[in-house]
């Protein structure tokens, strides 16, 4: 039976998914270009492609900037309470960055929650950075700033691919370039 992955990360078969590699580097290299040389990564979970290759572009940028001051914390998934509780554990570490690049916008609403419970604003104290770009968010308030998915892209290509695999023809796995949506969660350090 014909079959591919669309935005699974599944490496034995054929996948269309969002360039996360790219998406990282996006990411870092948006808050470098604000200033910022103290920044944090609130990663999806490893046992994911997604979180592997969201940190594998993140830590390449920041090594290729020069940058040796960043941390990684780890999220159990990509829901609102895992950014909520990386927040945490990263403010009772009371060593905040001024930027933090959160690997998902669930966890990144959940880690602005977080930090203005405790009397941290974003973006006036923190810039925050999110993933995926979920429509709602040009909403919140302050309106999340984040890494876009072209989740429509994404679903033509895997079509395309399905239908050609469907009449026999041979597909390779494609990656769909990410950009960045700038609204109003990341400021530019003076």
């Not at 969002?18 to 870092?28: C, F, P, R, V, Y």
Request: charged fraction near 25%; glycine fraction near 10%; aromatic fraction near 8%.
């Amino acid at each position: 039976i014909p079959i591919l992955s669309a935005d699974g990360g599944d490496l034995e078969i054929t996948t269309i998914t969002s360039d996360d590699i790219q998406g990282g580097k996006l990411a870092a290299e948006y808050l470098i270009g604000l200033g910022h040389k103290k920044i944090y990564h609130i990663a999806g979970p490893f046992y994911t492609k997604s979180g592997q290759d969201r940190q594998t572009g993140f830590n390449a940028t920041m090594t290729e900037s020069g940058i040796k001051d960043y941390k990684l914390y780890e999220a159990a998934n990509y829901g609102f309470q895992d950014g909520y509780d990386q927040a945490v554990i990263m403010m009772k570490d009371q060593d905040l960055p001024t930027a933090i690049f959160v690997s998902g916008d669930w966890m990144a609403l959940g880690a602005i929650k977080a930090f203005r419970e405790n009397g941290i604003n974003v973006p006036e104290d923190i810039s925050i950075i999110g993933y995926d770009d979920m429509a709602f968010l040009q909403y919140s308030s302050p309106a999340l700033t984040t890494i876009a998915q072209n989740k429509k892209e994404i679903g033509i290509t895997s079509a395309k691919h399905l239908i050609a695999k469907i009449d026999g023809e041979v597909v390779e796995s494609v990656k769909i370039k990410v950009n960045v949506v700038e609204r109003e969660t990341c400021q530019r350090l003076k």
